[in-house]
C-alpha cells in the first residue's frame, strides 16, 4: 500500500510534461520500491529526436550498462522475470535478472527496465507496481501529446483566422466577451485587438444597442441555432466621432460548442459588402433614370413624328393643289419650285417615319427574346414585298433557316431592310438574284443576304451602317440612309455584328450574327 501511494503521488508531479523530469522522479520511486534493485527510464519527449535517459544504480556499473543496453535494444517479446543477462554482480555471486516493460503499445512512448540478483524477481507485487508505473507513465504522455496536439491545432486555426479575408471574432459567455478578433475584424469596427479583448460587446460597441446584432447573438447563445444575414445594414462609430457609418455585411452567427456539446459561445464571420451594395444601388438608380429617359424620348418621338408629319401633309397637299390648278397659268420657274416644295416635304415625310422606326428598332423589348423560325419570318417579309419583287423580275432563293433566339419583328426589320436594298441597288442589264444562306459558326447563326446588284466600294464598307450615310443622291436612289443603321442597332442588341462583303459591280454580301440560344437578354446599352 505504501509503494502504491508513493507511486500515486509520483502524478502530482506531472503537471506538465517534460521527460526528464518524469524520467528522473519515476527512476527515484520505482528505486525505492524496489530497493536494492537497479532502474533504467527511457522516454520520448513529443517532438524531440533523442529521448529523455535516466538510471538509478547503487549496486554496480556493470549491471546498469547491461539493464541500460536492454532498455536501448528493448524488444516486445522480452517477457516478466526472463534472465536476460549474467553479470558479476559486485555484490555476490550469481545471475542478474533483468525485465523490461513497454510504455505504450510496442513502447512507442518508452520503456522501464529493472534489474535483481534475486531469483523471484519481479515478484507479483512488483510486477504490479511496474504495471502500473508504465501504464500511468503512458497515460500521462499521451494526455500531454493529445493536449500539445490541440494546441498546435488550435495555433493553426488562429493562424488561418487571423489571414482570413472575412471578419472572424468568438465571442464567449452571455455576455458576449471578445475571446478573438482577426485583423479584418478589427478593421471592420474601427478598433484594435487591446480595445476589446476580454471586455463584452455591448461595452465595445455601444452603438449596436439599439440595433438587432446583439439581439440575435442572445438567441444564437440561448437555442443554439445559427443564424444567417445577407446585406444587413450595421451603423457602426468607426473614427469615435459623433457620426455613426452605414456599413452592410453578409453574416453568419454559429454557436461554439466545448467537447461536451454545451454552448460556450458564438463564433462570428461576416463580410463587408458595403462597396458592392453601393455600387449595384447606383445602378439600379441609373437604369431607373435610363428607362424613364428612353420612355419620354419614346414618347417625344412618337409625338413629333406625328405633329411634324401634319404640316408636311399639308405643305404637300396644297403644293399638289396648286400645281393642278394653276400650273398652266405659272410660269416654268415656278413650276418647277413647286416641284421641289412638293419633292421636299415627301422626302421630309419618309425621314420622319424612317427617324421613329429607328427609335422604335432601338427600344429594348421585355424578357428573354424567344426561338422563332425564322424561316416562317422571311415568308411574310417576301409576301410584304410581293409587289416590289414582281415590278424588279428579281429571283429570291433561301437555304433552310433554323430557328432563332430574337424578337420576330426585329428579325422581320433585318429581313425586309436587306431584301429592299438588294432590290432598290440592282443592275438593269441583269436579273436580280437574293439568296439567304446561314452557318453555325461558334455558338451563333450566321446569316448572309448576297445580290448580283452594283456593289459597294470597300472603302464605305463600315460608313454605310452610320445614320444618314446615303453614297447616292437621291435623284439616282430614293430613301433616307437609315435602313442599315437600325439593321445595325438590331443586331447589336443581340449581342451580334453586322458586315458586308462586296465590290463595285460584283454584288454585295450582308452578314449578320445572332446567338443560338434563347438564354441571351438584348443588350441595352
Not at 436 to 449: G, I, P
Request: net charge negative.
Amino acid at each position: 500500500m505504501r509503494d502504491l501511494v508513493a507511486l500515486s503521488a509520483l502524478s502530482s508531479l506531472w503537471t506538465h510534461y517534460d521527460a526528464v523530469r518524469i524520467a528522473a522522479s519515476l527512476a527515484d520511486v520505482l528505486r525505492e520500491m524496489l530497493e536494492p534493485e537497479f532502474v533504467y527510464i527511457r522516454l520520448w519527449n513529443p517532438g524531440d529526436t533523442v529521448p529523455a535517459e535516466i538510471s538509478r544504480d547503487g549496486r554496480g556499473e556493470n549491471v546498469l550498462d547491461r539493464t541500460a543496453q536492454i532498455g536501448r535494444g528493448f524488444s516486445p517479446t522480452l517477457a516478466f522475470g526472463t534472465v536476460a543477462s549474467s553479470v558479476d554482480n559486485p555484490v555476490g555471486k550469481g545471475q542478474v535478472r533483468i525485465t523490461a516493460i513497454p510504455i505504450g503499445r510496442n513502447a512507442e512512448l518508452g520503456v522501464i527496465v529493472a534489474a535483481s540478483q534475486r531469483d523471484l524477481f519481479p515478484s507479483e507485487p512488483e510486477r504490479l507496481l511496474l504495471t502500473v508505473a508504465a501504464n500511468q507513465t503512458g497515460v500521462v504522455i499521451g494526455h500531454e501529446r493529445a493536449a500539445q496536439q490541440r494546441d498546435a491545432e488550435r495555433g493553426r486555426w488562429r493562424e488561418l483566422l487571423h489571414q482570413a479575408p472575412a471578419a472572424v471574432a468568438v465571442l464567449r459567455g452571455p455576455e458576449h466577451v471578445f475571446e478573438l478578433v482577426n485583423p479584418e475584424y478589427e478593421r471592420a469596427i474601427g478598433r484594435v485587438a487591446n480595445q476589446v479583448l476580454g471586455r463584452s460587446i455591448r461595452s465595445v460597441l455601444p452603438e449596436l444597442a439599439d440595433q438587432a446584432l446583439v439581439n440575435l447573438l442572445d438567441d444564437v447563445y440561448r437555442s443554439g441555432k445559427a443564424s444567417f444575414g445577407v446585406e444587413h445594414l450595421v451603423k457602426l462609430n468607426r473614427d469615435n466621432s459623433d457620426t455613426l457609418q452605414h456599413r452592410f455585411f453578409n453574416f453568419a452567427y454559429q454557436p461554439a460548442r466545448n467537447a461536451q456539446g454545451d454552448i460556450e459561445g458564438v463564433f462570428v464571420h461576416a463580410v463587408d459588402v458595403t462597396e458592392q451594395v453601393v455600387a449595384r444601388r447606383r445602378l439600379e438608380r441609373t437604369n431607373d433614370e435610363l428607362r424613364r429617359a428612353n420612355g419620354d424620348l419614346e414618347a417625344f418621338a412618337h409625338s413629333a413624328s406625328h405633329d411634324l408629319q401634319e404640316p408636311l401633309r399639308n405643305v404637300a397637299i396644297y403644293a399638289q393643289l396648286l400645281h393642278d390648278r394653276h400650273g398652266r397659268r405659272l410660269e416654268r420657274e415656278a413650276v418647277q419650285f413647286l416641284d421641289g416644295i412638293l419633292t421636299g416635304a415627301v422626302r421630309m415625310n419618309a425621314m420622319i417615319k424612317n427617324l421613329f422606326a429607328y427609335s422604335q428598332a432601338s427600344r429594348v423589348l421585355a424578357g428573354s427574346p424567344p426561338m422563332i423560325q425564322a424561316g416562317a419570318v422571311l415568308e411574310s417579309v417576301l409576301e410584304s414585298v410581293k409587289v416590289s419583287i414582281q415590278d424588279a423580275g428579281a429571283i429570291i432563293t433561301s437555304d433552310d433557316l433554323p430557328p432563332v433566339a430574337i424578337h420576330e419583328v426585329h428579325l422581320s426589320v433585318l429581313f425586309s431592310n436587306l431584301i429592299s436594298n438588294a432590290l432598290k441597288y440592282r443592275r438593269s442589264t441583269v436579273v436580280p438574284r437574293i439568296h439567304l444562306s446561314v452557318m453555325n459558326q461558334d455558338r451563333e447563326w450566321v446569316f448572309s443576304v448576297s445580290d448580283n446588284g452594283i456593289g459597294i466600294d470597300p472603302v464605305y464598307s463600315t460608313q454605310i451602317f452610320e445614320l444618314f450615310k446615303r453614297l447616292h443622291t437621291a435623284s439616282e436612289y430614293t430613301g433616307t440612309g437609315l435602313g442599315l443603321s437600325i439593321c445595325k442597332r438590331i443586331v447589336e442588341q443581340y449581342g451580334g455584328r453586322i458586315w458586308v462583303e462586296s465590290a463595285l459591280g460584283h454584288g454585295c454580301r450582308f452578314n449578320f450574327s445572332l446567338p443560338s440560344s434563347s438564354t441571351l437578354q438584348p443588350s441595352d446599352e
